[in-house]
């Protein structure tokens, strides 16, 4: 893992995800002493529209960290399409 990878966490990664969650990761820390296939990572916890909510230190199971290839799209990004009412004129 390295700096601004987007990862989902579910329970495959602990159990402490019932509720899966998206982080954008910081750091891992290779410092810290863990069990076979576990790390401990830094990272800002997302909400729907992608924005940072808090900031995370997290023991989790490698193996069950899923890389995302695209981030969660902003309320407000360009890209998305902008659903108006249509309105009468004169």
């Known amino acids: 893992m390295k700096a601004g990878d987007m990862v989902l966490l579910t329970t495959a990664a602990s159990v402490q995800f019932l509720r899966p969650i998206f ?3 910081i750091r891992e820390f290779p410092e810290r002493y863990t069990y076979e296939g576990w790390v401990w990572i830094d990272g800002y ?3 729907a ?3 940072a909510v ?3 230190e997290l023991y989790v199971n490698r193996e069950g960290l899923r890389l995302q290839v695209q981030a969660p ?3 407000n990004d360009p890209r998305r399409p902008i659903r108006r009412t249509p309105r009468r004129v004169g």
């Open 45 to 47: 916890e997302l909400n």
């Open 49 to 51: 529209a992608g924005d």
């Open 23 to 25: 982080v954008r990761v």
């Open 73 to 75: 799209r902003h309320a």
């Open 54 to 56: 808090a900031r995370r």
